[in-house]
T-cell receptor, first 116, second 110 residues
Framework: GAVVSQHPSWVICKSGTSVKIECRSL??????MFWYRQFPKQSLMLMAT?????????EQGVEKDKFLINHASLTLSTLTVTSAHPEDSSFYIC????????????FGNGTRLTVT | KNEVEQSPQNLTAQEGEFITINCSYS?????LHWLQQHPGGGIVSLFM?????KKHGRLIATINIQEKHSSLHITASHPRDSAVYIC????????????WGAGTKLIIKP
């Protein structure tokens, strides 16, 4: 089946630094990738929708200058958490779809970010 | 009221029991997803439904479009089935975005 690779699986960084998370579709071309955030014991929250070759669409309340998303190719999207703060500590997960139609979702394994 | 409601929120059962998790939604949908999130956080897509019933191994998913309701069943449950099961729907008004249920935390005791 289709595989989405997310890297790193966990990262600890100091407050004020930036962290980049990669999401790769390994065996299919992903026209659209999604970035989610999940706080403990809560549901996934969509942060942004990333379309290859165009600017990401951010959900209300998500700071686009803080969470930089780049979808430079059909197999790679990156999320950069800039000037990280402890409150950015969370579980970040990406998913990818092949086309704009009713395609199954394929999820990365997520990245647990801890900002100290 | 949330657009996607799951029940129960938490479910603990003994190994071997038949498990049912329910999902009700209030919007028009083009598809409904059942997902499994393991304790480590990874998410696996179990089913995508737009009508009828699907079966994969011990898992069965059904959907009733008229009643706006879907169920996920697990037969002969096993401790490794312990996870959070999430229902998510794709609204007819959206190309991609999903509306998520809060999830059902399932614990299967040996």
């Amino acid at each position: 089946g289709a595989v989405v690779s997310q890297h790193p699986s966990w990262v600890i960084c100091k407050s004020g630094t930036s962290v980049k998370i990669e999401c790769r579709s390994l065996d299919f071309q992903a026209t659209t990738m999604f970035w989610y955030r999940q706080f403990p014991k809560q549901s996934l929250m969509l942060m942004a929708t990333s379309n290859e070759g165009s600017k990401a669409t951010y959900e209300q309340g998500v700071e686009k200058d803080k969470f930089l998303i780049n979808h430079a190719s059909l197999t790679l999207s990156t999320l950069t958490v800039t000037s990280a703060h402890p409150e950015d500590s969370s579980f970040y997960i990406c998913s990818a779809v092949r086309t704009a139609s009713n395609s199954p979702l394929h999820f990365g394994n997520g990245t647990r970010l801890t900002v100290t | 009221k949330n657009e996607v409601e799951q029940s129960p929120q938490n479910l603990t059962a003994q190994e071997g029991e038949f498990i049912t998790i329910n999902c009700s939604y209030s919007v028009g949908i083009s598809a409904l997803h059942w997902l499994q999130q393991h304790p480590g956080g990874g998410i696996v897509s179990l089913f995508m439904l737009s009508s009828g019933k699907k079966k994969h191994g011990r898992l069965i998913a059904t959907i009733n479009i008229q009643e706006k309701h879907s169920s996920l069943h697990i037969t002969a449950s096993h401790p490794r089935d312990s996870a959070v099961y999430i229902c998510a729907v794709k609204s007819v008004d959206s190309n991609y975005q999903l509306i998520w249920g809060a999830g059902t935390k399932l614990i299967i005791k040996p």
